[in-house]
């Protein structure tokens, strides 16, 4: 398949992996097991371990399944080069692992998912300073900026709230004052936005989510996407400085967050990611079509207290979120009327399943504040947002009347 011409967003990531030469003619990358690679020249072993041609070296670092998916996740969004990880999380603890040092600090939108809350938490407490705010408003970032600060951290859309970060604002500061914007794309997909459309110079993707899509792998990325210059981070080592400017950020994360720390993913999930992301496109273009349907059914609904849905006008970021994004997403959450109990609700649904994932092919449902949220404790919920009755909806491909039914029902 050529590269000369300018595809799709499904027929690039479809065709991907035959850009390049596959065993046997094979349509699919195969499942490279092996965790070590021979050479039969030494000194071409000694070339590729010092950076001077490309290669594999150990499977902590990679191998070619793994890197057929870095490609496609590259193509997604755009950028100059992808590492994958064991999971979502991983790749954003990769960020403190390879790229801070005590006494740095860090803006962090306060609208988060539990999970990275907590590590920007334990990263606190390890001599990086992190300041929370609210990212819905780019002054409030702005104001929380000192000499120190080497990156600023938000998600698109935040769950479960759905806060949606002032993105374009945000990284046209840290432009200014040679900041490393960090974004997570997993609310959104690099199919409804590409972060590097607003400066972002490193994009983080849960592929365990949306890219993935059937909840049958563990997966997370990093993509640099050009945007940032690497020239203007000062905790880049000089051994990581052999290439161009451009690959010294990725350089650093390999050794530091793959290689030393080990965060590694396998290749048969990166199988089972690279192909479920071939039909992103079709998932998300039928999930938000759900989405919104449920989100504007429960708002007209006498016993729901509010819905929280990018893709409602009463949404705050609305205006915002329909300037950036192609849709809005297949995430949302609402809150019950005081008089209904969240859990007897979710016991009488029959198609959505009471789950702790998102992107999934199925509809999932969750009680916030009582799983997810449950151990940062009443105040910090509070301070978010997160109401006793919240419940959040990952959004799924089922047919749309089948799940307005069933949560009329549960009604």
């Given amino acids: 398949m050529s590269d000369k011409k300018n595809y799709g967003f499904t027929t690039t990531i479809l ?5 390049k030469a596959i065993e046997h003619g094979s349509l699919h990358k195969p499942v490279h097991t092996s965790v070590t690679f021979g050479y039969n020249d030494a000194r071409q072993l000694a070339s590729v371990f010092q950076g001077k041609e490309p290669g594999f070296r150990y499977g ?47 803006v962090s939108s306060s609208f988060l998912f539990g999970n990275t809350n907590s590590l920007w938490q334990t990263v606190a407490g390890q001599g990086v300073a992190v300041d929370f705010v609210d990212a819905t408003e780019v002054a409030n970032v702005e104001a929380a ?7 600023v951290f938000v998600e698109t859309i935040a769950n479960p709230r759905t806060q949606v970060a002032d993105l374009a604002r945000i990284g046209k500061l840290c432009a200014e004052r040679g900041i490393l914007y960090v974004v997570d794309n997993t609310m959104t997909t690099p199919y409804l936005f590409r972060p590097k459309s607003v400066g972002a110079g490193l994009v983080v993707n849960s592929l365990t989510k949306s890219i993935g899509g059937h909840g049958n792998a563990l997966g997370g990325s990093l993509t640099v996407t050009g945007a940032y210059d690497w020239n203007n981070y000062p905790n880049i080592a000089a051994n990581y400085k052999r290439a161009a400017p451009a ?11 793959l290689r030393d720390f080990g965060a590694s993913l396998g290749p048969e999930a990166a199988h089972h990611i690279a192909v ?3 039909t992103l496109a079709l998932r998300m273009e039928r999930t938000c079509a759900n989405a919104l349907a449920l989100a504007q059914m429960l708002e007209a609904d006498e016993r729901v207290a509010a819905v929280y849905y990018p893709g409602l006008a009463s949404h705050p970021q609305h205006g915002v979120a329909t300037e950036l994004f192609k849709s809005y997403g297949s995430l949302f959450s609402f809150e019950l009327k005081e008089n209904i109990d969240c859990f007897d609700f979710l016991d009488r649904m029959t198609i959505a399943v009471s789950a702790s994932n998102l992107g999934d092919t199925r509809t999932l449902v969750i009680p ?12 910090r919920r509070a301070s978010m947002g997160i109401a006793e009755s919240l419940i959040r909806v990952s959004v799924g491909i089922e047919d749309t009347a089948d799940l307005l039914a069933d949560f009329k029902g549960a009604l």
């Fill in 15 to 19: 065709h991907s992996d035959r850009r």
């Fill in 60 to 106: 902590r670092q990679g191998n070619p399944t793994i890197a057929a998916l870095e490609d496609k996740i590259t193509r997604m969004e755009d950028g100059v080069g992808t590492l994958c990880f064991a999971t979502g999380m991983g790749a954003i603890g990769a960020v403190f692992q390879a790229l801070l040092r005590a006494g740095d600090h860090v």
């Fill in 145 to 151: 900026l000192t000499p120190a600060t080497r990156v």
């Fill in 247 to 257: 690959q010294w950020g990725l350089a650093q994360l390999r050794a530091k967050a």
């Fill in 276 to 278: 479920g992301a071939e």
């Fill in 368 to 379: 916030v504040a009582h799983t997810i949220f449950f151990e940062m404790g009443a105040e």
